[in-house]
């Protein structure tokens, strides 16, 4: 997670990327000023998939890092997925490194001055658990209390459906969580029985 401004944006740090990328209308949407693209001659950049990805401008994007504010140019691209991607261009800049050796791994800035857990969607620290074995029919629908992770005690939180698979649909909702527990509207859209 990075803060811009006052808004926080799922970030893929990406290795193979030569340029730190955003999707415009993410770029929109974060009111960043787009400076359109002038340079007609400029080599396309290419996706992972092959494809050519148009960039139609860049932005200087304030970036924050708990609290160690960075201003990068980041190439604005017609339509992007995911949405926000720092490249190599930031990585070498700002003496990012990646140790893998903890658990989460680290991400860090500055050579070390600021180090940043990597977190996965799919993990105890920002995933609801079930409170209980339960068995959802075939093509049904189900309330379900679950546990939430004690950093969300007391708060709102949303609820969706995480990019891991799962053998069932997570209804996307607010909810609040109270004494560590929720409760979570799941869609057995299987023609058998869910545990």
Same mark, same amino acid.
Do not use: W
């Given at each position: 997670? @990075?803060?811009?401004?006052?808004? =926080?944006i %799922? $970030? *893929? @740090?990406?290795t193979s990327?030569?340029?730190s990328l955003?999707n415009?209308q993410?770029a929109?949407?974060?009111?960043?000023?787009i !400076?359109? =693209? $002038? %340079?007609l001659?400029?080599?396309? #950049?290419?996706?992972?998939?092959?494809?050519? @990805? +148009?960039? =139609?401008?860049h932005v200087?994007?304030e970036?924050?890092f708990?609290? *160690?504010?960075?201003?990068?140019?980041?190439e604005?691209?017609?339509?992007?997925s995911?949405?926000?991607?720092?490249?190599m261009? &930031?990585?070498m800049?700002? +003496?990012?490194?990646?140790?893998?050796?903890?658990?989460p791994?680290?991400?860090? #800035?500055?050579d070390g001055?600021?180090?940043?857990? &990597?977190l996965?969607r799919?993990?105890?620290?920002?995933c609801v =658990?079930?409170?209980r074995?339960v068995?959802v029919p075939?093509y049904?629908?189900?309330?379900l209390? @679950?546990?939430?992770? *004690?950093?969300?005690?007391?708060?709102e !939180?949303l609820?969706? +459906?995480?990019?891991?698979?799962?053998? !069932?649909?997570i209804?996307?909702?607010l909810?609040?969580?109270?004494n560590?527990?929720?409760m979570?509207?799941? #869609?057995?859209?299987?023609?058998? !029985?869910?545990?």
């Amino acid at each position: 997670m @990075v803060r811009i401004g006052s808004d =926080t944006i %799922d $970030t *893929l @740090v990406y290795t193979s990327a030569v340029h730190s990328l955003i999707n415009k209308q993410t770029a929109k949407e974060l009111k960043l000023k787009i !400076v359109p =693209t $002038t %340079d007609l001659n400029s080599k396309p #950049l290419m996706s992972a998939n092959g494809s050519e @990805v +148009q960039i =139609t401008g860049h932005v200087m994007a304030e970036l924050y890092f708990k609290g *160690l504010k960075v201003e990068h140019r980041m190439e604005v691209a017609k339509s992007l997925s995911p949405s926000f991607i720092l490249g190599m261009d &930031f990585l070498m800049t700002n +003496q990012a490194g990646i140790n893998y050796a903890l658990k989460p791994p680290m991400f860090t #800035l500055s050579d070390g001055l600021i180090e940043l857990p &990597f977190l996965t969607r799919c993990n105890e620290n920002n995933c609801v =658990t079930l409170a209980r074995t339960v068995c959802v029919p075939a093509y049904n629908e189900a309330y379900l209390p @679950v546990h939430t992770p *004690l950093k969300y005690n007391n708060q709102e !939180v949303l609820l969706e +459906q995480p990019p891991c698979a799962l053998s !069932v649909s997570i209804a996307r909702a607010l909810a609040f969580c109270k004494n560590n527990k929720t409760m979570c509207h799941i #869609l057995n859209t299987n023609p058998y !029985v869910v545990s």
